[in-house]
């Protein structure tokens, strides 16, 4: 009687477990917008051969500039 209890037990745990499972799972796959797509943030600007747009500051500044000496860079 014993080792039938423990096998009851066991099987209605497991039953538990596949049974919130699924329901985890059918919340969410449903379409009500559970799991929303998201797009990416629009935080910086495209990057172009003139530097990221709508972007002045000095690094940009240093690193579209023509020379070291232009971009403030240390030199010898």
């Not at 003139?50 to 010898?76: F, I, M």
């Amino acid at each position: 009687m014993k080792h039938f209890l423990r096998w009851v037990t066991a099987g209605v745990l497991a039953l538990g477990a596949c049974a919130g499972a699924a329901m985890g799972a059918e919340m969410l796959l449903d379409d009500t917008g559970a799991v929303a797509v998201s797009s990416p943030p629009a935080l910086l600007g495209p990057i172009t051969e003139s530097g990221r747009t709508g972007w002045d500051c000095a690094p940009e500044h240093a690193a579209t500039a023509r020379s070291a000496n232009a971009a403030g860079l240390p030199h010898d």
